[in-house]
Structure formats: C-alpha cells, structure tokens
C-alpha cells in the first residue's frame, strides 16, 4: 500500500525543511523499535527524553546490533529473531560477554553481501560510543528492577588516544587562497568539472567561503534557507545541534558572494516544487544534498593539496580551517569557542596549539637581556590583527617621535 505524501503543519520557529528530517529520524527509531523486543518499550520512552535525536538514533541502532549478535552469532538465544529475544536472556548475561562481544566481535567481523562479503572494522572512538550505547541499556534494565545485576561495572575501558593538535587535519591559510582562487577562475579543474563550474561557480564560492568564515557544521549549511537571511539586520539564522536556534553576524564578503549566487545562478534555476526556500540549489532545482557537497569539498579542497578528488579534505575540516585562521588572526579562544558552538573550551585549544611557529613567537618575545630585546623588536614584524612591537626601554623611548611624546603625555594626563 503506496503511502500518503506528508503535509506539514508546522507552528514552531523552525522551518519546514528541519521539521520533515526530524521526523524522517523519528520514523528511523521507530522502524527499529519494531525490531526489538517489546518488553523495551519503557527504554525507547526514556531514551525520547533523555537523550538528542540523532544520539537516539544511534544509541537503537548499536542496540539491533548487539540483539542481531545474539541471535546469530552465539548460543545465548534460541530466538530466530531479535524481536523475540526473551529478557531471561538479557538477565543470564556478564560482563564477560560484553567484553568479548566488544574486543572480539564489534572490532573486525564479515558482513555478507549480495555480490561480496565486506570486512568491517571499528575503530575505539566507535568501540567507545557502542560501549555507551550498552551502558545506558543495562543500566536502565537494573535500574528499573528488569535484571537482577548491574554488569556495567565489569565492562573492559577502551582508551581513546589523546587529540594531538599536529594531527589536526585543515588548511593552511595560503592554501585557503588557493581554492578560492580555484572556485573562481576554474583552475585546476578538469575539463568536464569546468562544464558543471560555468554553472555553479558562484553557488560553490558562496558555500565554501561560508564554511570557512563560520566554520559551519555540514548539516547547519544543508538546511539554510532564503529565509534563513535578513539582510536587513545583517545576520542569518542556524540551528545548531540539540535544537539551538542561533543569529549569525554577515560581513561584506559574504554578503557579496550570496548576492553573486542568488542573481546570477539561483534565479536561473527552475526551482522544484517544495524547494522554493532552499538556498542552495542543485541544478535539477532541488536542495542540494549533504552527499553533492561534500563531495564539492573534496573537489575544491584537493586542488590546494594536490591530490586525487577522494582525498581532498571533509565540510569538518574546513571547520577545523576556520578556527584555526582565526586564532593566527589573533582571536581569543573564547571568541573562536563561541563562533563555532564547542560545549568545552579544551576542543578550541587544539587549535591554538597547533598554531604555526607559536612556541618561537613567544620566546622571541620574552626576551630578558635588554640587547637582545631591542634585537628583537626591531626585527619583529606584526602578525594581522597584532599591535606593532612598542620600544620599553628609556633609551628607545628618546628616540620616539614628537607627536609620541604629545601622546604619551595626554595619556598620562
């Protein structure tokens, strides 16, 4: 039976399009709900509440997973299917088996496929994150008196190594003008890329300069709208993870750019029904999808790092571009932290170390013998956004200009 269209009634702030994913994701979780035994039902309530919907997501699918385990790779289970899982089997399990379950199964296992079988590996950052998912599971079930032991607490730790800010994928801010210079001229662009290029050109600069001035999360570009702008005021309105709604600030280059992009290209396209207010288009005239632009970055972010377009850098690298341009511009952390939406400061000081040459800047600065200190401002050359090197020593201070010394003495004043 073919399914009616959905007609959204929507009295929230958030625009239509948001609305339709987020209910495409609840019908996600309530697909695999079906598929998992219904004594959980009290768990998929709790998880609605407790957790974001894309965690959620997650969460049930590690949880089909591990049901899937059981019943077709041991002897824990004699149900033919994870819906009929019985809870005395949940109640019989250890720690133990969890443990083998994650070290030696969810690391490296065989999945049959029409045409090939496909190894499949997860690394510990995956590891971890089903380890939670079963954490929250088991816990619930003692908790709620559902099993009789808490086995969480026997679960191995999976070590997560510590972020290193020199392994942080990103552009350098010379190879930034590179691809810019590249989406604007075609340079570097094969022969049928520069066909779809003449026609795209001033779509793809607009959303490459928007991912590396603001430092965009992939989904927070694909659901901008016309609406999403006002002009007007000079901001343009994101949602961000966990429902924030949030006003962004728009600088001349990118309200040039849009401008560029909505005259010369958008107006051209015959824009699909039910995509009238997306902002960008593909040119079928539907809502670009979040596949065609990260592949658009690809493209563009490859030709400054000379390699092949499947190589070519991620929309969250050119994130990790953005904060790290702007602490080399001299904003604070905080500043950076803000722009781009990290719940702790300690993700916005990876980029901060990783700032080239930084340890030299400093050293070089804090000179502690006078000869050497005037060796060294005279030598220094303002980094942008950075104050010029002012001379501290009485004997410098003599050999200021006239209208300094006005100065100073007003100040002090």
Partial sequence: MSRKPIKIHNKSSKPDNIVLQENERIELCES???????YLSPFFTY????VSLNTRVAYLRDLEFFFRYLVQETRLTEAEETRLVELETLDKLHARDINY????YCARYVVSGKDNDYLMENHNSSLCRKRSSLSVFFKYLY????????????????????????AIKKLEIDEVAVMLDAVETGKGLTEKELQYWQKTKHRDKAILMLFTTYGLRLSELEQLNLSSFHFGRGEFKIYRKRGKEVNMPINRSIEAVLNEYLELERSLIPVQSGYEDALFLSLQGTRMTVKAIRQLVKKYTSIPL??????????????????????????SIYD????????????????AAHRKNLKREIVNKYELLDEFDKG?????KALPGEPEALPIN????????????????????
């Avoid at 998880?47 to 407790?50: D, E, F, Q, R, Y």
């Avoid at 379950?101 to 030696?104: F, I, P, V």
């Avoid at 950076?336 to 980029?351: A, G």
């Fill in 306 to 331: 000379g390699t092949s377009r499947s190589d070519g850098y991620s929309p969250h690298k050119l994130r990790a571009t953005a904060a790290s341009s702007l602490i080399e511009y001299g904003f």
């Fill in 376 to 380: 060294i401002r005279s030598n220094y």
């Fill in 143 to 166: 908790r709620e008196g559902l099993i009789e032991r808490n086995i969480t607490d026997g679960f191995n730790p999976i070590k997560l190594p510590k972020p290193q800010p020199d």
């Fill in 336 to 351: 950076v932290q803000s722009l781009l939406d990290h719940d702790n400061v300690t993700t916005t000081q990876l980029y």
């Fill in 101 to 104: 379950y994650m070290g030696e």
């Fill in 394 to 413: 009485k004997s410098e201070a003599g050999s200021e200009p006239e209208s300094a010394k006005l100065e100073d003495n007003s100040i002090n004043e």
């Fill in 32 to 38: 695999i709900e079906r598929k998992l035994p219904h």
């Fill in 47 to 50: 998880l609605k509440n407790a």
